[in-house]
């Protein structure tokens, strides 16, 4: 059983460069979400989407874009990367309602964009 | 600004000490769980609470739901040095609508 599959685990961009961050999971979860985790900040949510065709903004949504076209997937795009991007980014998913069952965490992709 | 405040940041202790981490909103949460997270990796959740003034324990872990639903504690008996790592809370429902909102965590170190 894979759970949450995040892809590449580690990238270096150059400012202006796009890319998208792959996150797949193999549970059947209605909830996929994007956070970036930056030191003292905890993690913060970027987007958010409770089944396919369906996606809304988190806390800090600029800079990104999110599609959920299957249940499986939901890639984070970056347009035009930014040295303030530069964080841990974590995929989650779960099923509904959030409050009612366990959120599961990919392992982290780690972006530094110079 | 974010709905969650944990508190302390960083703590160090001995083993065997006991302590207490905090979690403060001006927010009502329909549920707030608690996370722990060891470097290179997720988050993993430990336990949600959902009844104000709920307690629910986790072997040396008890875990505190406040009257309100604005507030949890997290109290670790007896810690040991697996207990290390960063703490998170999470607060989802409610004020968050269908947002799950985290703290900025609270990195605990305990030495042997």
């Known amino acids: 059983n894979a759970g949450v599959t995040q892809t590449p685990k580690f990238q270096v961009l150059k400012t202006g460069q796009s890319m998208t961050l792959q996150c797949a999971q193999d549970?059947?979860?209605?909830?996929m979400s994007w956070y970036r985790q930056d030191p003292g900040m905890g993690l913060r949510l970027i987007h958010y989407?409770?089944?396919?065709?369906?996606?809304d903004q988190g806390e800090v949504p600029n800079g990104y874009n999110v599609s959920r076209s299957t249940t499986e997937d939901f890639p984070l795009r970056l347009l035009s990367a930014a040295p303030s991007q530069t964080s841990v980014y974590f995929c989650?998913?779960?099923?509904?309602?959030?409050?009612?069952?366990?959120?599961?965490f990919g392992e982290g992709s780690w972006l530094t964009v110079v | 600004t974010q709905l969650l405040e944990q508190s302390p940041q960083f703590l160090s202790i001995q083993e065997g000490e006991n302590l207490t981490v905090y979690c403060n909103s001006s927010?009502?949460?329909?549920?707030l769980q608690w996370y722990r997270q060891e470097p290179g990796e997720g988050p993993v959740l430990l336990v949600t609470v959902v009844t104000g003034g709920e307690v629910k324990k986790l072997k040396r872990l008890t875990f505190q739901f406040g009257d309100a639903r604005k507030d949890s504690s997290l109290h670790i008996t007896a810690a040991q040095p697996g207990d290390t790592g960063l703490y998170l809370c999470a607060g989802e429902g409610g004020d968050a609508g269908n947002m799950l909102t985290f703290g900025g965590g609270t990195r605990l170190m305990v030495k042997p």
């Open positions: 989407s409770v089944g396919a065709g369906i996606t």
């Open positions: 927010s009502v949460f329909s549920s």
């Open positions: 989650a998913s779960s099923y509904l309602p959030v409050s009612g069952n366990t959120i599961y």
């Open positions: 549970m059947n979860h209605e909830y």
